[in-house]
């Protein structure tokens, strides 16, 4: 979808911004640039919609030359995000997100229907927020509205430079999350432009580290951190890589352990003498369907009086700990740190697929390091 062929860009001082740039980006791939302030990662997102001008070299998108597309008709072919979001301060969110369409000829109605579909999307309520004015949204609600506004004429090919870089570091893991499950749905071809390490990591198919002007290593982040290809990709991925494979690592069902499990409305002599049978201090409280409901403890039961009609539902326990089978080892490790746990659940779907502990969880991560090596 995009390519650069040999392209560099120097400026009359003589400064080089990049140097001899030669990389391809797939259809519906998300490509990271990552690397410290001024290496030339900015330079390259503006020479993809003509922001910028290059020195030499070419770049294509789908198979046109740029060079030889007017520059209004190629950046409506291309989102483009940025950090500051420019927002129009004078127009209500509805109004800002449906600029592309009203500048493309759309019917206002048109226009208007595809701004509600798209900030429906980001997570934003049209009817709640649609009306409103960028200064009275908060930092990670101006950033959605930029990302729907860049996808509204649905464009093929989306520039993202620093766009969650000015928001507190928990709205930012959210929106990296929701910017993810958007992803998933529409496959958009990515250049996402980030100096965190952390954030390329996570979001990229690809990343491009880049050192001064030049792409050092282009390699999914898996390959990035376990082999690093020179010395300076090394000391910028940092000697904790080990640590940052954690994100890239999703949790596999050979990682899960399988504790006893009791039904809702089974009694509690019955869920008792099961963990007593696997010499199990507690259960997994699942639904007939399989579902999770939490967790009873022997103890719990223990108490019960033999004569009480009761089902195991009245003594089951909310589970607070929990994750899905797609998420990764970080966030399951995390999860252990935020609720003290010992062990967590992991749902496939609505359905119960096991626990993941601490031991098991150190046991995915060396796998996962061996396999690729």
Not at 262 to 286: F, G, K, Y
């Amino acid at each position: 979808m995009i390519r650069f062929e040999q392209v560099s860009k120097r400026y009359r001082d003589g400064s080089m911004a990049v140097n001899d740039l030669t990389f391809d980006v797939a259809e519906g791939e998300l490509v990271t640039l990552v690397g410290p302030s001024g290496c030339g990662k900015t330079t390259t997102v503006k020479l993809t919609n003509r922001l910028i001008e290059p020195s030499s070299g070419r770049i294509f998108l789908d198979g046109d030359d740029i060079a030889t597309v007017d520059p209004v008709t190629l950046r409506r072919r291309i989102g483009y995000v940025i950090q500051q979001v420019g927002l129009f301060p004078h127009k209500t969110v509805l109004e800002n997100t449906a600029t592309v369409p009203h500048l493309l000829g759309w019917r206002r109605e048109e226009s208007r229907a595809r701004a509600a579909e798209l900030l429906e999307l980001v997570g934003l309520d049209p009817s709640a927020h649609g009306s409103r004015y960028p200064d009275q949204l908060s930092g990670g609600q101006r950033q959605r509205v930029g990302v729907a506004r860049a996808l509204a004429a649905d464009p093929p090919v989306l520039l993202m430079d620093e766009p969650f870089g000015a928001v507190d570091p928990l709205v930012r893991e959210h929106l990296q999350n929701e910017f993810l499950r958007l992803q998933e749905v529409m496959r958009k071809t990515v250049l996402f432009v980030t100096h965190d390490i952390e954030e390329a990591v996570r979001l990229a198919d690809r990343m491009a580290v880049f050192g001064n002007g030049r792409i050092e290593q282009f390699d999914p982040p898996a390959k990035v951190l376990d082999a690093p290809a020179t010395p300076y990709v090394a000391e910028f991925v940092g000697a904790d890589r080990g640590l940052k494979r954690l994100s890239v690592t999703p949790i596999q069902r050979t990682d899960l352990e399988q504790p006893p499990t009791v039904r809702l409305d089974d009694q509690p002599d019955t869920a008792a003498t099961r963990m007593h049978v696997s010499d199990a201090r507690w259960a997994v409280v699942l639904d007939d369907e399989g579902e999770l409901h939490g967790w009873v403890s022997a103890e719990s039961l223990a108490s019960v009086p033999p004569d009480e009609d009761a089902t195991v539902e009245r003594y089951t326990r909310r589970m607070t700990a929990w994750l899905p089978l797609e998420a990764t080892l970080k966030q399951a490790f995390s999860t252990m740190l935020q609720h003290d746990a010992g062990w967590i659940a992991v749902l496939d779907g609505d359905l119960f697929a096991g626990v993941l502990t601490p031991a098991a969880l150190h046991e995915a991560l060396r796998r996962s390091v061996e396999e690729h090596s």
